[in-house]
């Protein structure tokens, strides 16, 4: 179709050359642009310019010819008559049909001079550009759901009055379970409309406790230009419930748990755990697991504590666990208080789980100048197990400035004595620390020092540390030099064997230069160090290290991910020329995507200390070899979920290699608070003794137990009527007023036969209320104003009166072409009024296009909101003037027109 267009607008246009070149008739018309340009329906201009070259007076007519469905202005009927030599200039005017197909056409002129039987034909062209012009419109953008209403669902209506087809997508974001997709994508046609349509279900019973939704619609088409639009949706109902109870509900979890029921060490137990919110900061929570229900109970395996916080204090009760300078884990109580200006403190007393032996720490932190912290710690044990009493202190200064720069400074004393010998043992301890970090984009730095002596009790007892790192930041690379030292000895008075002091004692220095290399989504590192290691206090062997560690990372996408960390090592003893050297590899490297990957590690030779040891000693060098592929996957939007691996391990302290397989298997109901999971493992080959083989499960609901007794919430209940005797109170001969829309705090009402509506389960304090959507009377309005504030403070009825007024009706009266395809909506359009003091009222036209509002005595100006109206359709006026001072009503109507193009003809000569 386009070639045959083509090859005829090229003969039109050779015809025409041959015309304007033979000049029989004498008369020569040129154009002044070959080709125009039409933009949507808007009106191009172009000059039909006519030269007489003959001697005699010559009398022509001209006849134009636009494409079906254009409008071109310019006077077919005219003769016109030009002179020798004499010039004439014709404008012509030229609009493309609202959906005219985007490509070029072909104007045409018939010139017809008198005494010549032939006419003569040229051409100009019109180029029609892509018309992008589609619209996004909700029908009904504030739905109100009721039970006399069964309508759950709102409509959005897509239009394309340009000139070209468009592929739009329609994202709709909700929480809503809508029964059609949320994502969606379609191709409208030029000049076309569709209705998409998105409902949902809520049964009659839930409609008092529906919430107001505010559903985001947004329209994107494929030169990403959007449109947002508002869907609110919100019940419509006499109840409504704000909270699902009016008293205290405590949300509580019970978790049924056996571990390795299929073995000999199996453990049951019940875990269960709550939390209580209290208002206004506050809170109150619980955990309780009960003994091993397998076995003889010693009170080991139970835990149980109540906390209580607010803005201030912390209190807690019943087993207090903490890992920091002194392991606590015992039966307790703690109480912490923040005066929110800076200082915080907190008092611990605990009694130990195992042993016989209390605690007792008092923790006070200061913050000033905004940059300073200083903290103390007293603590005191009493180990009557052990016979020893402790008493310590530790005070703690940080400094931060300069944004990257940060200081720390510690010391402590203590006194400990011991009652295990014949005669007491007291011994004085310190304790005393320094750090200081530097972190900027470009450089990276720390440095700590700290000595804690032997008498010094707590984890860190006879410990002296030295980390340090020093890294320079580039754009991609870093360069850096490390050193870290550890040294621990042991106080003779608590020395009781040779495995605590193999455990505890000894030293460990390392000392290297380390690389980083930065890239997209990736990272490299590589470490060369010399480590000098004395872990035994009875052989004091030296081993020597030289390590080379490498690690690496990289994403690839977004499911996509790999890792690698290894380490070789040379490791030898520098005391023993006649020890041989040890050489070591471990590797580890995890390949993952989105629901599948796979781990691996290898280990050859002696990469531990210990593991040196024995092989100088015997020989024994360690080699282990493991591959673990997994596979895991969710259904049901992660309501259950699996993952499945296995384990292939080849280990040289194992008779043959090992096969295990693992499974997990989980089901989250989150909805009805219920979730089950069953996990274990099984040695696919069987091997004597194997005991690897497991299976373990856990079931876990979730309840909220309402407090019986203990008031939370409060309610509200509203009574609208019509006061006749004008007393402001609702007694005999008053009438209530049904089926009136109130709306209070973001929720909507429709009174009942009783005029009655009850807001439950709210929070006491102030609410608004909002009747200026009541409609169901004519001539009656409240009496204290549309809007009106109460303060609630406890459950009870507010008492609403209307008194007689005056009312505001009208419509909207639309007069379309007959012949047009357009259509026009006219509900859900803002009409307000303004009072003569400046007050303002405001109501929504009805889907038929009416209104109606009842108002105070006073004169208004009446105003229609234009921007909802197009090109296409236009309002003879958008403001009226209103007498209710004089009238008890008036009745308004608002004129809509169909845009008709107005055709003005102008002469040039």
């Known amino acids: 179709m386009c070639k045959i267009r083509a090859v005829s607008l090229l003969c039109l246009a050779f015809v025409s050359f041959l015309c304007c070149s033979a000049n029989a008739q004498s008369i020569d018309l040129t154009f002044l642009k070959d080709t125009v340009e039409q933009n949507g329906n808007a009106y191009s201009f172009n000059t039909v310019i006519l030269r007489n070259t003959s001697a005699v007076a010559r009398k022509f007519t001209i006849e134009a010819q636009a494409p079906e469905g254009w409008q071109l202005l310019f006077d077919n009927r005219k003769v016109f008559e030009l002179g020798p030599n004499q010039t004439l200039s014709l404008p012509l005017r030229l609009a493309a049909a609202i959906q005219t197909e985007a490509t070029v056409y072909s104007v045409r002129l018939f010139l017809n001079v008198a005494g010549y039987s032939q006419k003569s034909a040229y051409a100009y062209y019109a180029r029609v550009g892509a018309n992008s012009k589609w619209r996004a419109s909700l029908l009904n953008p504030n739905l109100l759901l009721s039970r006399a209403s069964q309508e759950n669902s709102f409509r959005l209506l897509l239009s394309n009055k340009g000139n070209a087809p468009e592929e739009l997508n329609v994202r709709i974001n909700t929480s809503l379970l809508l029964l059609q997709a949320r994502n969606s994508s379609l191709k409208l046609a030029a000049g076309k409309d569709t209705m998409l349509v998105y409902s949902f279900n809520v049964a009659a019973k839930f409609l008092d406790d529906f919430k107001s939704q505010e559903i985001v619609v947004q329209v994107t088409d494929q030169k990403k230009q959007n449109q947002l639009l508002l869907q609110r949706i919100s019940s419509f109902g006499t109840v409504f419930r ?396 992660e309501v259950l979920h699996f993952r499945v691996q296995m384990d292939y391990t080849d280990d040289r302290s194992l008779p043959v290699p090992e096969f295990m397989a693992r499974g997990d298997l989980s089901l989250d109901l989150n909805s009805k608070g219920l979730s089950f999971r069953i996990f274990g493992s099984k040695n696919v080959r069987t091997i004597a003794g194997n005991r690897s083989d497991y299976m373990s499960m856990s079931i876990r609901k979730s309840f909220n137990v309402p407090l019986l007794g203990i008031r939370r919430f409060v309610t509200m209940k509203v009574l609208v009527f019509k006061d006749f005797n004008s007393n402001g109170i609702y007694d005999l001969g008053d009438e209530s007023i049904p089926d009136a829309a109130i709306g209070i705090a973001a929720q909507n009402f429709l009174s009942n036969r009783k005029g009655e509506v009850s807001y439950k389960n709210i929070k006491a304090g102030e609410y608004d209320i909002d009747l200026s959507r009541v409609n169901s009377v004519k001539g009656w309005m409240p009496r204290n104003g549309f809007r009106q504030h109460y303060e609630i403070r406890s459950s009870q009825t507010v008492y609403i009166p209307f008194s007689q007024s005056h009312y505001l009706s009208g419509k909207l009266n639309v007069q379309k072409d007959p012949r047009s395809n357009l259509v026009f909506r006219p509900g859900g359009i803002r009409i307000s009024m303004t009072s003569s003091g400046g007050e303002s009222f405001s109501t929504l036209t009805t889907e038929s296009g009416e209104f109606f509002i009842n108002l105070p005595q006073d004169t208004y100006k009446v105003r229609i909101s234009s921007n909802v109206f197009d090109e296409d359709f236009r309002l003879l006026s958008d403001t009226f003037n209103a007498d209710l001072l004089h009238k008890n009503s008036e009745h308004l109507i608002f004129e809509v027109r169909e845009r008709k193009r107005q055709i003005n003809i102008r002469k040039q000569y």
């Open 242 to 637: 704000e909270n699902p109870s009016g008293w205290y509900t405590f949300p509580l979890s019970i978790e049924f748990v056996a571990q390795n029921f299929t073995t000999a060490q199996s453990a049951l137990y019940i875990n269960s755990n709550g939390s209580l919110d209290l208002d206004k900061g506050r809170s109150l929570n619980f955990n309780y697991r009960t003994d091993n229900f397998n076995a003889q109970s010693d009170g080991s395996s139970r835990y149980a504590f109540l906390n209580y916080n607010s803005a201030k204090w912390k209190v807690s009760v019943g087993d207090q666990s903490e890992f920091g300078d002194f392991l606590i884990d015992g039966l307790g109580a703690r109480l912490g208080f923040d005066n929110g200006k800076g200082y915080r403190t907190e008092l611990l007393g605990v009694d130990s789980r195992l042993g016989d032996s209390k605690l007792f720490r008092l923790n006070q932190q200061f913050n000033f100048s905004g940059n300073q912290e200083l903290e103390n710690q007293t603590m005191a044990g009493f180990d009557r197990g052990n016979k020893i009493n402790s008493l310590l202190n530790m005070s703690t200064y940080e400094l931060g400035w300069r944004k990257y720069s940060r200081l720390i400074l510690r010391a402590g004393i203590s006194r400990e004595e011991f009652y295990r010998f014949s005669e007491p043992l007291r011994k004085t301890g310190g304790a005393l620390a320094a750090a200081y970090s530097y972190s900027s984009p470009g450089l990276t730095g720390r440095f700590g020092l700290s000595a804690t002596d032997v008498n010094f009790p707590g984890i860190n007892r006879g410990l002296r540390q030295s980390n340090n790192e020093l890294t320079f930041h580039f754009k991609r690379l870093s360069l850096g030099l490390l050193f870290d030292y550890n040294e621990r000895q042991l106080n003779p008075a608590l020395d009781t064997g040779t495995v605590l002091r193999q455990l505890l004692g000894g030293r460990i220095a390392e000392y290297g230069l380390k690389i980083g290399w930065r890239f997209d989504k990736g990272y490299a590192t590589l470490i060369s160090s010399v480590i000098n290691q004395v872990q035994s206090s009875s052989d004091l062997i030296l081993i020597r290290s030289y390590k080379l560690n490498f690690n690496a990372g990289k994403e690839f996408g977004n499911n996509f991910s790999a890792s690698f960390s290894g380490n070789l090592l040379r490791n030898q003893a520098p005391d023993d020329p006649a020890a041989k050297a040890g050489y070591s590899l471990n590797a580890y490297a995890t390949l993952a995507a989105r629901n599948y990957g796979f781990f691996v590690r290898l280990d050859n030779g002696p990469s531990y200390y210990f593991d040196f040891v024995n092989y100088l000693n015997n020989g024994y060098s360690t080699r282990r070899f493991q591959f673990s592929p997994y596979y895991e996957q969710s259904f049901f939007k």
